[in-house]
């Protein structure tokens, strides 16, 4: 990083007397363990690193430590935060626990082991409603964020602000007031931009890195959040969700959820804003047992059973690798009747014979290979610009669209009274429920067996594949 050209102006906001006493601990105190919440945003992310800068500029011993598994947002890639490690190091009774940007002591994650075994717990934050939890608490709540109050503490301290500390520092103010739009930006954070800019922080890097380095399957999810988006009290609360089939449909990972509600707060009038996102049963219970973000990849129809692949953790960032893989199901198809959904919960909208045992056998070699399916009118996709299962559900009858398929295999394994029971190995994306529409029938049970090399003989929530194994099989 290139060194500023100006001189720097000096902050002219003196240390308000409260901070004292955390500048005091700092100073008599030598081994710092840093961290800060889960689900971290830029002002935790930016607060954490300029701490730790400071500290080891301090000589002090520092290690920095975030809860869990789950990766860092993407948008802050760009950031030196190899250091920041995912496991209590061993010797953190040893050390001063020093909570930023925390407003209870839960957020930190759910081990309470970091507590139980700090010896000390310092915090600096800047939410009105901080529980106080450390021994000694530091909190400003009409500061722009957390990083507006390192700053002033560094100040008290004697800190040099290098180039590093400003760059953290301002990724902090300039996120957590939303590039100085909220409500929160005030003139002293625009004079701590300043001044940041001018001790050496990449303005520009750090637009590009937070703001203009967006996934793409991110961009998708977030439009599908806008599409939910509905306004309540006059306009004053936004409210927004996200469904499995959202995730699922565009290869997005629940990490890349983050930061959407902040589009929501864009809304004109809107005084409050609302992201719902939808867990599954399963997922809910490992996130809770593990404490890392977890996620999917690819849902199951709500009638269906079997094998669902969770990721967990830095694994999450991986799951356009595995949403495309084949799937295998064992399905039984009811022959006599088509229904309105194309599973046992529609309604029977077609009685008939069921086919012969010859003419169900020419049916399925027409079935096998290449073939173009009419997606189910009860899904996710999109027909003029709405989702087809709620056209569905207000009885609006559409033609649904043709969607090319791979059947890789299709075995009978039985017929019996106009049940055909079939096992099918198909690209990613086709609908049984389609296969099954196709034969003149409808699901009566579906049960995923494999999603590509992985078993549902092997599926236990208990069990945890390492993600080099799972990436070795693919």
């Known amino acids: 990083m290139s060194s500023p050209q100006t001189s720097p102006t000096p902050l002219t906001t003196p240390a308000k007397p409260d901070f004292e006493p955390v500048a005091d601990e700092v100073r008599r105190r030598s081994r710092f363990l840093v961290t800060t919440h889960e689900n971290p945003d830029g002002d935790a992310l930016g607060s954490m690193l300029a701490l730790h800068l400071a500290l080891e500029q301090l000589g002090k011993d520092s290690s920095m430590y975030l809860a869990g598994d789950a990766p860092l947002p993407g948008e802050y890639k760009f950031m030196p935060l190899d250091g ?3 496991h209590l190091p061993d010797d953190c009774g040893a050390r001063t626990l020093f909570a930023v940007d925390c407003a209870n002591e839960s957020r930190i994650g759910p081990d309470p082991e970091i507590l139980a075994q700090a010896p000390f717990v310092l915090t600096v934050d800047h939410h009105h409603d901080n529980t106080c939890f450390g021994n000694v608490n530091l909190v400003v709540p009409d500061a722009s964020s957390t990083g507006e109050v390192l700053a002033d503490l560094f100040e008290l301290l004697g800190v040099e ?5 400003a760059e953290a520092l301002y990724i902090a103010v ?3 007031t939303g590039r100085f739009q909220y409500t929160n930006t005030s003139p002293k954070a625009m004079r701590l931009a300043a001044y940041l800019i001018e001790r050496g922080a990449d303005v520009h890097k750090v637009f590009q890195g937070v703001y203009e ?3 793409f ?5 977030l439009a599908r959040a806008l599409e939910h988006a509905q306004v309540y009290e006059g306009g004053r609360v936004v409210v927004s969700y996200l469904a499995h089939d959202d995730f699922s449909d565009v290869s997005a990972p ?6 959407i509600i902040d589009y929501l707060r864009a809304v004109q009038g809107a005084d409050m804003s609302v992201l719902i996102r939808e867990p599954l049963a399963v997922v809910h219970r490992i996130r809770s047992r593990t404490g890392a973000r977890t996620g999917h990849a690819g849902t199951l129809d709500p009638f269906a059973s079997g094998l669902l692949v969770l990721l967990s953790g830095r694994a999450t960032k991986l799951a356009p690798k595995f949403v495309g893989l084949d799937k295998r199901y064992r399905t039984q198809i009811d022959l006599s009747a088509r229904t309105s959904t194309g599973d046992p919960e529609g309604e029977v909208v077609e009685r008939h014979e069921p086919p012969e045992p010859a003419e169900l056998e020419h049916a399925l070699d027409g079935l096998r290979g290449e073939v173009e399916l009419r997606v189910p009118a009860a899904s996710a996709v999109k027909v003029g610009g709405e989702r087809a299962y709620r056209l569905h559900r207000r009885g609006v009858e559409v033609e649904m669209p043709v969607r090319r398929s791979h059947v890789r295999e299709l075995e009978l394994l039985g017929y019996d009274r106009g049940v055909a029971e079939i096992d099918l190995l198909v690209s990613s994306g086709t ?3 389609a296969i099954a529409d196709a034969l003149g029938g409808h699901c009566a049970s579906l049960r995923r067996t494999e999603v590509g090399p992985f078993s549902v003989d092997e599926a236990d929530e208990e069990r945890v594949i390492a993600v080099e194994d ?3 099989r693919l």
């Open 84 to 86: 920041v490690g995912r």
């Open 254 to 259: 629940e990490p890349y959820a983050e930061g």
């Open 431 to 433: 609908y049984v429920r």
């Open 470 to 472: 799972a990436l070795a």
């Open 174 to 176: 300039v996120t957590d």
């Open 217 to 221: 399957a991110k961009l998708k999810l």
């Open 213 to 215: 380095s967006v996934e």
């Open 161 to 165: 602000i290098t180039p590093e500390i």
